[in-house]
């Protein structure tokens, strides 16, 4: 069978399931490609899954603004942040044997899982520190979310989160969107069109330079109907997220965090 007859379908279910709750898709996309390529080197896969959570995250972004969700100049921050660790993490996958690979990222998974479960998202805290940003945005309805948070910490686990984007080719919205809700005080909703915003510069930063390292080279019969399904599905999954609660949001992240993370941790021993 044609590879695009079922990599289309595909993406389109991540791309929806994805910018519902802002992580881009690649965290699912990418354990999926393990298992389906188990012959494919780390960083072949990486940089085909990072290429399609670019189109899936632009795609969502667009989607995402059209409700005006997207809280720009928080976005400009964190997207800025990611930019050094992006780069990085694109030249280091190369350095990553097949199965270290796998568990490793298994390990991520289940510990965000882990983490979610153990501190769930709660009402927006108002920070009153050093380096205070303060932010307030007005939804179509009319409800109004006004929240501050700390931007140095906020540019700061961007870094990481960077870095482990582009080194796992898993975009980093899994890791953003917690982030973003539980230490930085975003209303839920805000941050999964936020982490879309943020997750189009990163991913876009480290796919460049798996483009210019060759890594990229042969991987459009892939890449191609996977982004055709995720650039659709992102349209679907952002016009869903208006109609769910924000704690079924979390909770479809930790079940799809710990089933993935727990399968590829499995493979792996």
Known sequence: MPEWLWLAPLGLVIGAYGTIIGAGG????????????????PESIASVSLAVVFVNALSGTIAYARLKRVDY?????????????????????????????DF?????????????????????????GRFRLNRR??????????????????????????????????????????VMVNLLSFPVHVAAATSQFTLTVMSFVGSTVHLLTGTLTGSAPRIVPLAVGVAVGAQVGARLAQRMHGAWIIRALVLALAFVGLRLIIKAL
């Open 26 to 41: 690649g965290f699912i996309l990418l354990p999926l490609l393990l298992l389906l390529y188990p012959r494919d080197s």
């Open 73 to 101: 100049a928080s976005g400009l921050l964190l997207s800025a942040a990611t930019i050094p660790g992006a780069i990085v993490g694109a030249l280091t996958t190369a350095l990553i044997p097949r199965r270290p690979f």
């Open 104 to 128: 490793l990222v298994g390990a991520i998974l289940i510990g965000i899982s882990i983490f979610l479960m153990v501190r769930p998202s709660g009402p927006a805290r108002d920070y009153r």
């Open 137 to 178: 945005m007005v939804a179509p309805d009319g409800s109004v979310h006004a929240w501050s948070y700390n931007a140095l910490l906020g540019a700061g686990v961007s870094v990481v989160i960077g870095f482990l984007s582009s080194l796992l080719g898993i975009g980093g919205g899994f890791i953003h969107v917690p």
